[in-house]
C-alpha cells in the first residue's frame, strides 16, 4: 500500500537529473546522469532502471509494470493513495500555472511533480533532460491537456530566484540549454513536401481533323431515246 511521504531535504545540497518522457530520451541520454541523484519519468524508467526515484503519478499507469519488468528497486511515487500499490505518496503535486491575460489552470504532470520534488528535496542544481515540451503540446494538442510549456518555463523562473541552478540538456552532443532542431525547421519549405515531382508528358496540340463533308451524289439521269419514224407512226393506232 501507499506511504505517507515528505520528501524535503532528503537531496539537501544535491544535483537532481531528471529523465523526461520526451522522443528524445534513450539509454545514451541518461546516461549522461549517472553520478548524480536521478528521478526517472514514466516511460524513462525503462532507460534507466538504476535511477533512485520513479515518478508516474497516475493508477494503473503501463510503466508501473514496466518498471517491475526493468529490476527498478528505487523510490517509487504515485499520485493517489491505493492498498494496492507499494509506493510513496506526497499528494497530487497540481501546479497553478499561469497562461496569460488573467487564464491560470491547475496542472497535473508527471515532469512538473518531478521537479516539485526535487526542488523540495533540496536540490542546489536540476539537470532537464529528455524535456520536450513542444513535442508534448503537440502531441496533446487535441486532448485538452496544456499548460507544460508555460509550467516548466515558470518553475525555472521560481527556482531560479530561490538560488536553484535549473540546466537542460536535450543531447549528449549539444551544450546545455540547447535543444535538438524542431522537425518542422528541418524541413525546407521552398521544396516541402520533398517528394520527387511526377514528370509531367510534355503537351501535344492535337491535330484537328477535317470536318466529314458529306459526297455530293450526282443524280442518274436516264437517256431519252427517240423512237425511230416507224415506230411513231404505229404509235397513233
Same mark, same amino acid.
Request: charged fraction near 20%; charge should be negative; aromatic fraction near 8%.
Given at each position: ?16 537529473? /531528471? ?19 536521478? /528521478? ?50 506526497? &499528494? ?24 516539485? /520534488? ?7 542544481? /536540476? ?16 486532448? &485538452?491537456?496544456? &499548460? ?66 458529306? $459526297?455530293?451524289?450526282? $443524280? ?18
Amino acid at each position: 500500500m501507499t506511504t505517507p511521504w515528505n520528501p524535503d531535504g532528503i537531496w539537501q545540497g544535491e544535483t537532481v537529473a /531528471i529523465l523526461g518522457a520526451g522522443p528524445d530520451m534513450t539509454a545514451e541520454l541518461a546516461m549522461t546522469a549517472k553520478g548524480f541523484k536521478t /528521478i526517472a519519468v514514466n516511460r524513462a524508467v525503462k532507460f534507466a532502471p538504476w535511477a533512485d526515484m520513479f515518478v508516474a503519478l497516475d493508477l494503473h499507469h503501463p510503466f508501473w509494470e514496466e518498471k517491475d519488468n526493468v529490476g527498478f528497486t528505487g523510490i517509487c511515487v504515485l499520485g493517489a493513495e491505493h492498498a494496492d500499490y507499494d509506493a510513496m505518496y506526497a &499528494g497530487m503535486f497540481y501546479e497553478r500555472v499561469n497562461m496569460g491575460e488573467g487564464h491560470t489552470l491547475e496542472v497535473r504532470n508527471n515532469a512538473l511533480a518531478a521537479v516539485r /520534488i526535487a526542488a523540495r528535496a533540496g536540490a542546489a542544481k /536540476i539537470i532537464l533532460l529528455g524535456f520536450d515540451t513542444t513535442r508534448y503540446e503537440e502531441v496533446h494538442a487535441e486532448t &485538452g491537456f496544456r &499548460g507544460l510549456t508555460e509550467g516548466l518555463a515558470q518553475m525555472t523562473a521560481e527556482l531560479t530566484a530561490a538560488g536553484v541552478v535549473v540546466e537542460q540538456i536535450d543531447s549528449p552532443v549539444q551544450l546545455p540549454g540547447t535543444r535538438a532542431p524542431r522537425r518542422g525547421e528541418q524541413v525546407d519549405v521552398a521544396t516541402f513536401p520533398q517528394v520527387a515531382p511526377v514528370a509531367e508528358e510534355p503537351f501535344v496540340e492535337p491535330i484537328a481533323e477535317e470536318p466529314f463533308v458529306e $459526297p455530293v451524289v450526282e $443524280p442518274v439521269v436516264e437517256p431519252v431515246v427517240e423512237p425511230a419514224a416507224e415506230e411513231v407512226k404505229k404509235g397513233w393506232f
